[in-house]
């Protein structure tokens, strides 16, 4: 059954820490987004990877971290430098590199600073 | 950069009905894609239909339809026999044509409510 997970579904953090946020697909997929969600606003890019061990930054990076190690896996890492996490977080994959026009998203993660 | 307007925040339609969501978007480029995503209470984000720019014809899927106006830069969904499965954040996106143009523009949602 070909999918995307993201884990945990429900997160929370003390101020001042990390934590990692998990997104696997197994569709084959070579590119993988990330995607921060607040209310009544639309997603935004974070960071996107088109393949392994290369990845760039989208339109808020600031605070956040990734690494692309496997094909399937794309973590993100919210760090204490990010300001107002609290959101909803989104992971996408497409295709590949010929034919990347349809991202295909998973239930994503509601991260909360205590 | 491109941008992404739903004017609506919220829509309601009587069961069976039909209702048309608009979106607009602004650009300069002549190729692109567009898409409208469904978000339920679950809120994982689904696929609903998309548009390529470079194609005149409409796109269609069952009971989904788009009507495209390139010149004018509108694409809005139309949702025909709605139903109560239908009820979500409906969001329209952008994305730029070509390798290196991955990232999608979303808008601000249109919350659709069904009534029974």
């Known amino acids: 059954d070909g999918g995307i997970t993201q884990s945990p579904k429900y997160l929370f953090r003390k101020e001042g820490q990390n934590v990692t946020l998990s997104c696997e697909q197994n569709l084959n997929h070579d590119a993988m987004y990330w995607y921060r969600q607040d209310p009544g606003q639309g997603l935004r890019l974070i960071y996107y990877s088109q393949i392994v061990n290369d990845f760039q930054k989208g339109d808020i990076a600031e605070g956040y971290s990734v690494s692309r190690e496997k094909k399937e896996s794309f973590p993100l890492t919210v760090t204490s430098a990010q300001k107002n996490p609290t959101a909803f977080y989104l992971c996408a994959s497409s295709p590949g590199l010929v034919y990347t026009d349809t991202q295909y998203f998973g239930p994503g993660t509601r991260l909360t600073v205590l | 950069a491109q941008t992404v307007t739903q004017s609506q925040p919220e829509m309601s339609v009587q069961e069976a009905e039909t209702v048309t969501l608009s979106c607009t978007y602004d650009?300069?480029?002549?190729?692109?894609?567009l898409f409208w995503y469904k978000q339920p209470p679950s809120r994982q984000m689904i696929l609903v239909i998309r548009q390529e720019a470079y194609k005149q014809q409409n796109a269609t899927e069952n009971r989904f339809s788009v009507n495209f106006q390139k010149a004018a830069k509108s694409f809005s969904l139309k949702i025909s026999d709605s139903q109560l499965g239908d009820a979500a954040m409906y969001f329209c996106?952008?994305?730029?044509f070509g390798f290196g143009n991955e990232k999608l523009t979303f808008g601000t949602g249109t919350r659709l409510t069904i009534i029974p």
């Open positions: 996106a952008y994305r730029s």
């Open positions: 650009t300069s480029e002549s190729d692109y894609y």
